[in-house]
């Protein structure tokens, strides 16, 4: 039986400008919330935030915390960070920590970036005459980019950034026409740059139509920033060779296997997201590229690779990395400004550099487990907490069954939720029995 939910539209008119109170009102007359539902989103949310949260997002009615915890251990081209994450996923930092300590211990970790410009894209979608567009746009370029630093972004400019080169694409239609595509190349210096390289392209799209006589029909910055790679390598010496071949034919699985792949790229972005949240950046733009930049060749693959030189463990990670520290919700969320005073970076590329290990860092740390001992049981370990959080436990009575399931978990492969009521229960019957 399909179900359907009936709402009276009128509530929702004028919705975006009530007042956060009068929003609960509304949404309590739809029968989306609860007097208790009001309680929680009141009890939960710091009044500060919820006023910045208004400038932020449209129809507020609360926030959603995450918990911000720190991964310890790194020391990323000689110099040692604390990592801030925000995540709710269990062992996360404490995997991210853990291998952290073991790379300090037998070898390093190194990272540069090769190239420094963010990509904007100038559609026409059906050209006329392609290599006389291409033409007229090659023998104006310079003109054209002089023309968008001095009246777009003459700031960024004087701080060493804007653009620097454009280039002209084209793309054979089904329907038999040619649609051109041209790329403008900028450097954004520490902003992540979505904003402003949208703004060249749409000043750009009025001398380009009139040098050209085609209609522009789209400017939008592209997130497969292939022009700017961030790389990160991890170097482990006296690896004993069994443990290091297990974790060479599991990198060559997700290399060669999409299906593997996928899940593998998961686990280095369970390491780069919880920074990029933390820092107020934006991880679906980051996300977006890494997968495109992972799917390049046509076959979506690992964008990292792991091989033994001699007795040597060698890691690499490459993929656009675009991230900012000045501009946006980086500048105006007090707790992104804590996260990147935590990490102490100053710039944009060391930030991204930063990223780029911790990623690479979670995967060595996946990759050992599931050649090992298996992920579900370092992952139960940590899940313990989760688990008897779950139940009614009073806080004496935690203290025990956390201790009951970490010796249930030694003998058995999982536990679960119904594990530990089966021994909060039977606590209980023993404490009635005595």
């Given amino acids: ?14 919705f975006s400008k009530l007042t956060r109170e009068e929003r609960f009102e509304r949404l309590v007359a739809l029968g989306a919330l609860t007097p208790a539902d009001i309680h929680h989103l ?60 073991w790379v300090h211990e037998k070898g390093y ?3 540069e970036i090769a190239g420094d410009t963010i990509i904007g894209q100038i559609q026409i979608a059906k050209v006329k005459n392609f290599s006389a567009f291409k033409a007229i746009i090659e023998v104006h370029q310079q003109a054209l980019i002089q023309a968008a630093n001095k009246e777009v972004i003459p700031n960024l400019v004087a701080r060493g950034g804007g653009v620097e ?20 190349m900028l450097n954004p210096c520490d902003a992540m740059g979505a904003n402003v390289i949208t703004q060249v392209c749409e000043f750009l799209r009025g001398p380009i139509q009139a ?11 592209s997130n497969l920033t292939d022009t700017k790679i961030t790389r990160a390598k991890v170097v482990l010496h006296n690896i004993d060779p069994a443990q290091g071949e297990a974790i060479m ?39 977006a590229g ?53 990490l102490n970076v100053s710039s944009a590329n060391e930030l991204s550099r930063v990223i780029a290990a911790v990623g690479l860092v979670q995967n060595l740390g996946a ?24 139940t009614d436990a009073t806080q004496e009575e935690k203290i025990i069954i956390k201790k009951q399931l970490e010796d249930y978990l030694s003998l058995n492969a999982k536990i679960t939720l119904s594990d530990a009521t089966t021994l909060l229960a039977k606590l209980r019957a023993e404490q009635v029995a005595s």
């Fill in 42 to 101: 009141q009890q939960t949310t710091n009044p500060e935030l919820t006023a910045l949260a208004e400038n932020f997002v449209e129809n507020v009615i609360g926030c959603f915390p995450l918990p911000l915890g720190v991964a310890t251990n790194f020391c990323i081209d000689n110099h040692d960070y604390v990592i801030p994450m925000a995540v709710e996923e269990t062992s996360i930092i404490a995997a991210a920590s853990r291998t952290a300590r």
């Fill in 290 to 342: 890494i997968h495109a930049y992972a799917a390049r060749s046509g076959q979506y693959k690992a964008v990292s690779s792991w091989r033994m030189q001699g007795s040597d463990l060698i890691g690499h990670f490459a993929a656009p990395v675009s991230v900012g520290t000045v501009g946006g919700v980086t500048c105006l969320h007090p707790t992104a400004q804590l996260s990147l005073r935590i």
């Fill in 1 to 14: 039986m399909v179900k359907t939910r009936k709402i009276d539209k009128a509530l929702f008119k004028g």
């Fill in 211 to 221: 040098l050209t006589g085609e209609t522009v029909t789209m400017c939008i910055l």
């Fill in 165 to 184: 080169r454009i280039s002209v694409r084209n793309l054979l239609r089904n329907d038999g026409a040619v649609m051109a595509v041209v790329h403008v």
């Fill in 249 to 287: 034919e599991a990198s060559l699985f997700a290399e060669m296997d999409p299906y593997r792949a996928a899940t593998h790229n998961k686990g280095i972005l369970n390491g780069i997201d919880p920074v990029l949240i933390a820092t107020g950046n934006d991880w679906r733009a980051v996300e």
């Fill in 109 to 111: 970790i190194s990272t």
């Fill in 367 to 390: 990759l050992r487990a599931l050649t090992s001992e298996g992920i579900v049981k370092g992952h139960m370990k940590l899940h313990i907490n989760n688990l008897v959080l779950a």
